[in-house]
């Protein structure tokens, strides 16, 4: 039987974020639990983004795969890019979404109401510009309240920040056979998701 997979940064990437340490111990903990079969393909999935013919990496890839050695200056610039990838990220997953006001008109409520099922987890929002934005793909006329079915539950079992849900819920997810959680809570498959939810965070 084949053994735990390690995995480590270089000092190089933890000066750069000294944080990198617990967290690839965390990604570590998650990876050794799957299957060999679903560890393989994460494993190739990244040889092939760290292959030398792939599109140009960012400095802390390179760093993360042993190539690069950051002088100080380099170091400032590579967390500026994380910086700038981080925040193009933010703009992406927030791009159209809905202020307070237009949700409340859309769902019928007073303006208090949105505030209150953000807080109970009913409805997705991020603070952003000194107020609530909230994605507009969460809502399904059709749906109970007014938003995607299963959608809440998914919320409250994800154990991460608005903007990291966001993410979540947005992506191609290997375990849904590339299928975002999102598109999949749409097809009415809530009970594929919510467990892979809480997984989330945990660690």
Sequence with gaps: MPGALTITATSELEAVEPSIGETLVNLQDRLNALPLAEIVAVVEGVTRVLAPESTQKSMVVAALAGEQRFSPEERIEATLDVLRRSFDRRHELLDGALSTSQVAALLGTSRQTPHDRV?????????????????????????????????????????????????????????????????????????DVLPLAYGVGLG
């Design 119 to 191: 807080e109970s987890g009913s409805l997705l929002a991020v603070m952003d510009r000194g107020g609530l934005r909230f994605p507009p793909w969460q809502f399904d006329p059709n749906g109970e309240d007014g938003v995607v079915p299963g959608l809440p539950a998914v919320i409250r079992a994800l154990d991460v920040s608005p903007m990291a849900k966001i993410s979540w819920l947005t992506r191609a997810n290997p375990m849904l056979d590339g299928a975002t959680p999102l598109a999949r809570l749409r097809s009415g498959d809530v009970e």
